[in-house]
Nanobody, 123 residues
Framework: QVQLVESGGGLVQAGDSLTLSCAAS????????LGWFRQAPGKEREPVAA????????YLSSSVKGRFTISRDNAKNTVYLHMTSLKPEDTAVYFC????????????????WGQGTQVTVSS
C-alpha cells in the first residue's frame, strides 16, 4: 500500500509562487514513480508533472513548462511541485499520484492517489 498526503495549496495572486508537497508512505514507497495532476471545474483531470524514482527524469506538460518544476527527496519520501508565475488558469485541485512502473503520464496509469489540495489564483 502507498499513502499520499498533499499540502501547500492556498489562495494566491497572479504572478505569485507556491510550492506543493506530497508525503508518501507505505512499504512500497521506494519503488514508485510520482506525479502531479490537476482538475479544474468542468475539466478532465490532466497530467502536470512527473518524476522518476532516481529524480533524474522529469515530465512537464506544455502548459506549465518554464513555470513549474518537480523535484523529489527520497530520504524524506516527498515530492514537490514548485510553481512560479501563477496564472488564473492554473486554478484547480492538485493531486499527487504514484505508480509502480515507468510508462504513460496519463491519469489511468497511476494506481495511488492523494486527496488533493486546492490552488486558487486570483487576477
Amino acid at each position: 500500500q502507498v499513502q499520499l498526503v498533499e499540502s501547500g495549496g492556498g489562495l494566491v495572486q497572479a504572478g505569485d509562487s507556491l510550492t506543493l508537497s506530497c508525503a508518501a508512505s507505505g512499504r512500497t514507497v521506494s519503488s514508485v514513480y510520482l506525479g502531479w495532476f490537476r482538475q479544474a471545474p468542468g475539466k478532465e483531470r490532466e497530467p502536470v508533472a512527473a518524476i522518476a524514482k532516481s529524480g533524474s527524469g522529469t515530465y512537464l506538460s506544455s502548459s506549465v513548462k518554464g513555470r513549474f518544476t518537480i523535484s523529489r527527496d527520497n530520504a524524506k519520501n516527498t515530492v514537490y511541485l514548485h510553481m512560479t508565475s501563477l496564472k488564473p488558469e492554473d486554478t484547480a485541485v492538485y493531486f499527487c499520484a504514484a505508480k509502480m512502473t515507468m510508462g504513460s503520464a496519463i491519469a489511468a496509469s497511476y494506481e495511488y492517489w492523494g486527496q488533493g489540495t486546492q490552488v486558487t489564483v486570483s487576477s
